[in-house]
């Protein structure tokens, strides 16, 4: 039926804020990102993927290791996100660094993504 195909697809639940972060230019963003899984299974951590990507392009990314793609860095801690915690960091924030970002949780055949705003405030 397509009731329980649907709710097969939905079985990642991603958990964002749903206000902006906001953060001071040359200080680190915080971007939280939770998931679960609905119903709740044993997390196979060779099969987990997780990335954030910005406009498209992929800031960092976590399958069986860390890639991190963006020149100024970014931080992502395996044991969290494990966890259900893919929260990053975005290290020494530009201008050029706002935006809306995904956060994007596939453990096949489930995959699930959230979307978090970075502005930029005045003050650090
Ligand atoms: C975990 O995922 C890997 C990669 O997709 C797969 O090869 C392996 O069989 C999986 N293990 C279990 C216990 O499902
Ligand atoms: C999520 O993980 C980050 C580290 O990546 C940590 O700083 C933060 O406190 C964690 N949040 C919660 C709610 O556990």
Redesign the pocket.
Known sequence: MTASWLFLWAAVIIQVPSSPVQTGPHTNAFLPCHYTFDPPRTI?A??LIVRWSLRGRTIIKLHESISTYRPRGAVLNWATVREGNASVFITDVRGDDVGVYTCCVSH?PDVAEGKVTLKLGGKG
Do not use: I, K, T, V
């Open positions: 196979n060779s099969a096949p």
